[in-house]
């Protein structure tokens, strides 16, 4: 069993959806939870950031955390064409030696 | 403020050859990852340099692959000999300190080995 297990999708949605991404863990020692978008022959770039459970809100942008569950999300409200990406779910322990555990990624198209 | 840098951007070699990478990070940032995204999966940790020391190389494969991080700065990434296996997306990352808050990672160079 990986530590990270997330749905490659792809998803397909039109514009203006309300986009939901998950991942679930069996590490309990993650502490710190991030979503990263890829574009195309990009790295990635971090997008939300959570420490242990609760919401996080930026704009369009909703990370949830339930370590209970061992389950985040993310959702993306009124989707445009320009979230089209691979969304990654990255996890890690925290400390000095601060490895971040990914999901494979989930890949989104929003169609016009 | 500008990115972490690398270079170059593709490579595709044959097996066996050898193949280098760099990596300059972010001004004044002390902490420097290598992760390999092979495709279709998540970025895996290669290596973690804290200043010039690593931190954590556990998931390296030491037999073919080495890095070094002259003087706290740049660094490269090396592989000798290739193995087809090893076709991948090379990313560097870099952070101001051993917190994973302020993560920058680079474009990455794309490695294809024939």
């Known amino acids: 069993q990986k530590e990270v297990e997330q749905d490659p999708g792809p998803l397909s949605v039109p514009e203006g959806a309300i986009v939901s991404l998950n991942c679930t863990y069996s590490n309990s020692a993650f502490q710190y939870f991030m979503w990263y978008r890829q574009y195309s022959r990009k790295g990635p770039e971090l997008l939300m950031y959570?420490?242990?459970?609760g919401n996080k809100e930026d704009g369009r942008f909703t990370a949830q955390v339930d370590k209970s569950s061992k389950y985040i999300s993310l959702f993306i409200r009124d989707s445009q064409p320009s979230d089209s990406a691979t969304y990654l779910c990255?996890?890690?322990?925290?400390?000095?030696?601060?490895?971040?555990?990914f999901g494979t990624g989930t890949r989104l198209q929003v169609t016009l | 403020e500008a990115g972490v840098a690398q270079s170059p951007r593709y490579k595709i070699i044959e097996k066996r050859q050898s193949v280098a990478f760099w990596c300059n990070p972010i001004s004044g940032h002390a902490t420097l990852y290598w992760y390999q995204q092979i495709l279709g999966q998540g970025p895996k940790l290669l290596i973690q340099?804290?200043?010039?020391?690593?931190?954590?190389d556990s998931q390296l494969p030491k037999d073919r692959f080495s890095a070094e991080r002259l003087k706290g700065v740049d660094s490269t990434l090396k592989i000798q000999p290739a193995k087809l296996e090893d076709s991948a997306v090379y990313l560097c990352?870099?952070?101001?300190?051993?917190?994973?808050?302020?993560?920058?990672f680079g474009s990455g160079t794309r490695l294809t080995v024939v």
């Open positions: 990352a870099s952070t101001w300190g051993p917190l994973v808050r302020g993560y920058t």
């Open positions: 959570t420490y242990s459970s």
């Open positions: 990255a996890m890690s322990e925290g400390g000095t030696a601060s490895k971040l555990t």
């Open positions: 340099f804290q200043n010039n020391g690593v931190v954590d």
